[in-house]
């Protein structure tokens, strides 16, 4: 048996602020498999009085993630401990520049030159990596490099060290969620241009994708948790039914047991909300079609809210392209009988398979 065709399995790790999501995939003569899949609800947290539900689990002591990472290894009779952790997108510092084409060793202190024109912390208090966009002429006909820069502060890399060692997880390497997203929705050899939508509890990002390759992104100030508080004041409610209505509802199917006026609130609610965020991804759309003179083929919703009733036919019906939601495991192998709940949940995981595949290729 060659070396590449020996069995190995590995853990996709995704500490969001809705949840902890674990994923772990197996592979095997180059077919991946699911093994097993685990959510810990932030209310599970709450019930221990570790953070109130505004905050990420994230900012949460390291011994209590990972004692909450160790009971449901266990409890799911886990026993890979190699693992990739994702890092939030509203903890890490995004931004993309051009360079000219220069050497490997060059390369790597323009791109610390240039950090510090974007960076709004000292270098030596974050952890740079970045990701280079395929060499293309510029309108001088010069050749040039597009650099996509990741700084996370190093704080939050060695509270993830710590929670893994805490854990007893090997952990590999640490990753943005953004390219763990493409890894596990977007084909390198996909022809189409891809609109990718992450809507989660704490922050929303708009990504342009060409053939596997991120060429823009956004962070979007729309997020789960914004829109469960505004239902929540506006209907004078407690938050954790904002949050249920919200989940169960959504836009298109406001509670029968409410009267007309009341529904009609809770909708035009969620509307107001939503309108500035599909307003917000067609201007990055726009101003990418003037740059580029390419238009968007299709859109991936991904996250939390992409699941709330009525979210995605009014994203079909606002931009008139086609719109779907996120599927990681369309080419993962797995039991059957789980057909149904996998492409359920799919939005909500698609982070933590992204994990996992990079432990894997």
């Known amino acids: 048996m ?37 959510e810990l609800p932030t209310s599970n947290f709450q019930q221990r009085q570790f953070q109130t539900p505004e905050k990420s ?36 510092f995004f931004t993309a520049f051009d360079l ?27 952890t740079l990596d970045w990701h280079l966009r395929e060499v293309e ?16 502060p190093n704080e939050i890399i060695y509270k993830c060290q710590q929670i893994a060692i805490l854990a007893n997880l090997k952990l590999l390497v640490m990753e943005a969620e953004i390219f763990g997203l493409i890894r596990a929705l977007i084909k390198k050899e996909e022809e189409k241009l891809i609109g990718l939508i992450d809507m989660g509890a704490r922050s929303t990002t708009c990504s342009i994708v060409e053939k596997g390759v991120l060429r823009v992104y956004h962070s979007l100030n729309v997020s789960g948790s914004f829109l469960t508080e505004k239902i929540a004041r506006e209907l004078e409610i407690e938050w954790e039914l904002a949050e249920k209505l919200k989940r169960e509802y959504g836009i298109s199917n406001p509670p029968s047991g409410w009267d007309a006026e009341t529904q009609e609130s809770f909708k035009e609610i969620l509307i107001s909300t939503v309108n500035p965020l599909l307003q917000e991804v067609s201007k990055i759309f726009n101003g990418f079609y003037l740059k580029e003179e390419k238009e968007i083929d299709k859109i991936i919703l991904a996250g939390g809210v992409g699941l709330m009733p009525g979210v995605l036919s009014i994203f079909q019906n606002y ?23 996998l492409k359920k949940i799919g939005p909500l995981f698609a982070i933590a398979v992204g994990m996992a595949l990079r432990g894997l290729t």
């Open 100 to 126: 000219p084409k220069m050497t490997k060793e060059e390369l790597a202190q323009a791109v610390k030159n240039e950090a510090r024109k974007y960076i709004p912390l000292p270098l030596k208090e974050v």
């Open 2 to 38: 060659t070396p590449n065709l020996l069995p190995k399995s590995f853990l996709g790790i995704d500490i969001g602020t809705s949840a902890i999501k674990i994923v772990e995939l197996s592979a095997f003569a180059r077919r991946i498999k699911l093994e097993n899949y685990v």
């Open 137 to 152: 002429f510029d309108k001088q006909r010069k050749k040039s490099i597009t650099i996509f820069l990741v700084a996370v």
């Open 319 to 341: 931009f008139k392209k086609e719109v779907e939601l996120a599927n990681p495991f369309s080419n993962i192998f797995y039991p059957s009988p789980l057909k149904e709940t």
């Open 57 to 92: 689990v994230i900012f949460l002591p390291s011994e209590d993630i990972a004692e909450a990472i160790k009971t449901a290894l266990s409890k799911a009779k886990i026993k890979t401990r190699d693992c990739v952790i994702s890092i939030p997108d509203f903890l890490t």
